[in-house]
């Protein structure tokens, strides 16, 4: 084990945390992992969790037509007008095969038995539905999330990929209609279950993570879809994304927020997060949207050599922490940021 020293990072958690940023320190680990033993020790963010990778990620081209922004949920859609200019940087996806599958848990919570593929039954039209939207200053405006994802990189987020998913995705399709006058707000809001929508910040900051040890994400899982926000967000920086959940309701409401943007690179699953998904292993990122006192063994082991995992870890107190498979039986952990997530949990509901 060796220690590195370094710099504090203020906290940047789904809703403040009380403190501030924990000492940094970073420990290797060589060998098998104690299965039973939790996390500890806090450390400086890497180097590479500072600088912005240089290339920008896959999928990200913003189309020339209008997109297919979802509409705030309490409003109802109105013909674009002939002269109207329609707004630029809907969501656009990769390319590639497969079907949009079924949501994982939210930012928050996972667990229960083995997942479960569920088949959305969405047909497939081409890469990305564009829909025209008159520009304006409303939820569908492309400027409100521009000024969204202004406010994330002034939170320290850089990463221009990063910062362009979330200026494109709609984050107001994901939320109640009563809390869609708050969905560009650097708030967790709540979706149902005891569940949250992450912070966009927190969003930011945990996929410019993944992607600071400039690996390419081709194949991503994320424990804890929710309502989908994530899920879509990644989709914009990775080729395909696997998200898990364990409460089905909240899986079948994240089916129903993807689908009307017919996002053909995310597989959803409903089943226990802890698990993972072994049999799509090894994913080149992993991030875990719910808290435990330690991450499971089972995921780390799904890392592949090089890979990253992202996860908060604690119990009422909780650390933002970056896990680095350097070896085949060799990890790097590293303790980063003070942040507050629901817990992590076994088991399907």
């Known amino acids: 084990m060796t220690r590195k020293a370094g710099s504090a990072n203020p906290g940047n958690g789904k809703t403040p945390a009380a403190g501030g940023a924990a000492t940094a320190h970073s420990n290797t680990r060589t060998g098998p992992r104690a299965a039973s033993t939790p996390m500890a020790g806090a450390s400086a963010r890497p180097g590479g969790a500072q600088t912005p990778h240089p290339v920008v990620p896959k999928g990200l081209a913003r189309p020339a037509a209008a997109p297919h922004a979802q509409p705030a949920p309490h409003a109802a859609k109105t013909p674009p007008r002939q002269a109207a200019k329609p707004a630029a940087g809907g969501l656009h996806k990769p390319a590639v095969a497969g079907a949009v599958g079924t949501a994982g848990a939210s930012g928050m919570s996972h667990g229960g038995a083995s997942a479960k593929v569920s088949s959305v039954g969405t047909v497939r039209t081409g890469p990305?539905?564009?829909?025209?939207?008159?520009?304006?200053?409303?939820?569908?405006?492309?400027?409100?999330?521009?000024?969204?994802?202004?406010?994330?990189?002034?939170?320290?987020?850089?990463?221009?990929?990063?910062?362009?998913?979330?200026?494109?995705?709609?984050?107001?399709?994901?939320?109640?209609?009563?809390?869609?006058?708050?969905?560009?707000?650097?708030?967790?809001?709540?979706?149902?279950?005891?569940?949250?929508?992450?912070?966009?910040?927190?969003?930011?900051?945990?996929?410019?993570?993944?992607?600071?040890?400039?690996?390419?994400?081709?194949?991503?899982?994320?424990?804890?879809?929710?309502?989908?926000?994530?899920?879509?967000?990644?989709?914009?920086?990775?080729?395909?994304?696997?998200?898990?959940?364990?409460?089905?309701?909240?899986?079948?409401?994240?089916?129903?927020?993807?689908?009307?943007?017919?996002?053909?690179?995310?597989?959803?699953?409903?089943?226990?997060?802890?698990?993972?998904?072994?049999?799509?292993?090894?994913?080149d990122g992993i991030v875990i949207a719910a808290a435990g006192l330690e991450i499971p063994d089972a995921l780390i082991d799904q890392l592949a050599v090089g890979a990253r995992l992202v996860a908060p870890v604690g119990g009422e107190q909780q650390i933002l922490t970056l896990i680095e498979r350097v070896g085949a039986r060799q990890w790097r952990e590293t303790q980063l940021d003070r942040v507050l997530f629901v817990p992590l949990k076994s088991g399907i509901i």
Do not use: W
């Not at 989908?228 to 395909?240: F, M, N, P």
């Not at 364990?246 to 129903?256: C, G, I």
């Open 128 to 283: 990305s539905a564009v829909t025209s939207v008159p520009e304006g200053m409303g939820l569908t405006s492309d400027r409100v999330r521009a000024r969204m994802a202004e406010r994330v990189a002034a939170s320290g987020v850089k990463h221009a990929g990063v910062l362009a998913a979330l200026a494109t995705v709609p984050r107001h399709g994901f939320v109640d209609a009563a809390l869609a006058t708050q969905a560009y707000e650097d708030a967790a809001l709540p979706i149902g279950h005891g569940q949250t929508i992450s912070k966009p910040s927190v969003v930011g900051r945990m996929i410019e993570l993944l992607l600071a040890g400039g690996r390419p994400l081709e194949k991503v899982l994320e424990i804890g879809t929710g309502c989908g926000y994530q899920a879509a967000v990644l989709s914009c920086v990775a080729r395909d994304v696997y998200s898990i959940e364990r409460v089905r309701p909240l899986h079948e409401r994240a089916k129903a927020n993807l689908r009307p943007l017919r996002v053909p690179n995310i597989r959803l699953h409903y089943g226990d997060g802890r698990l993972g998904l072994p049999a799509v292993a090894p994913f």
